[in-house]
């Protein structure tokens, strides 16, 4: 059984770096080409080349269903020896407690699993970084918190500094990064999909294009279950109904279940993420 969600996140310290962390490794770039040897160096630190790339949202999700999807995530990687990827922000609402979100959850694998699972976060800048309150790091007006529990962040900014990237804006330099070490013949990718929306609906698409498994969490919500429900009865995703299924994309989404972790876990070993 996974540890509660709650022990292994700082739900009352919600920007505190932890102490199995130490320091987060922050890179500021605008070509994610630049800093190949930097990520390169860092990422050869995991165990195994294996990478997951963590995608979705919680929206319609209160503290307690989030805190049951880092639970879901944690118990279904347990023998998981690799690198998690996710988005970099974290929440915390006016009462100061974390609100966990999907880009939590590669903090949440390294706090259960060590130095098994190697951690990175990617995220575009949306807005004017500054430093607030005793020296914290927000990355936009809105004070949006840097994920403090990853190894390493990157943020990709425009070239010119007046200017500003949308919130997808970090999508394609993550491809591009983690298909480069694909293509190095010596890493395999996949990518987690739970709930999320159109963004992700894109992602998970990427993915499955370029030849990554995609295991979909059924019964999660949004973005997962309108792609299952394309994938089972052809149902057109609202505002993606461009996006169909050939059968070389279709063998790319793996169904998953909501209400059973080891669904997920089973994926995983079938597709050599985890090897029991």
Request: aromatic fraction near 10%.
């Amino acid at each position: 059984m996974a540890p509660d969600a709650s022990e292994l996140l700082p739900m009352s310290h919600p920007y505190r770096i932890p102490a199995g962390i130490g320091r987060v490794r922050f890179v500021v770039t605008d070509d994610i080409a630049k800093v190949g040897l930097t990520v390169g160096a860092f990422m050869s630190r995991s165990l195994r080349r294996l990478g997951i790339r963590l995608t979705g949202g919680c929206k319609g999700m209160d503290r307690t269903d989030k805190l049951d999807m880092i639970s879901y995530f944690v118990e279904s990687f347990e023998g998981f020896e690799g690198f998690a990827s996710s988005g970099a922000t974290r929440n915390a609402p006016s009462d100061g407690l974390l609100d966990p979100m999907v880009t939590d959850i590669p903090a949440a694998l390294a706090a259960a699993y060590g130095e098994r699972v190697l951690t990175l976060s990617t995220a575009p800048r949306t807005g004017e970084m500054a430093l607030v309150d005793d020296g914290r790091l927000v990355l936009d007006e809105y004070n949006t918190a840097p994920q403090p529990g990853v190894h390493m962040t990157i943020i990709i900014q425009p070239e010119f500094a007046h200017d500003v990237l949308n919130w997808d804006g970090d999508v394609v330099p993550y491809f591009r990064m983690f298909n480069e070490f694909i293509r190095s013949g010596s890493w395999k990718f996949g990518m987690t999909v739970w709930n999320g929306g159109l963004i992700t609906i894109d992602e998970a698409f990427k993915a499955a294009s370029f030849g990554w498994p995609v295991f979909v969490v059924q019964g999660s919500g949004r973005g997962a279950d309108q792609i299952i429900d394309l994938l089972q009865d052809g149902t057109p995703i609202p505002e993606r109904e461009q996006l169909t299924l050939n059968d070389k994309l279709r063998q790319q989404f793996i169904p998953v279940q909501r209400d059973d972790p080891m669904t997920l876990r089973n994926a995983l070993v079938a597709q050599e993420f985890i090897t029991i």
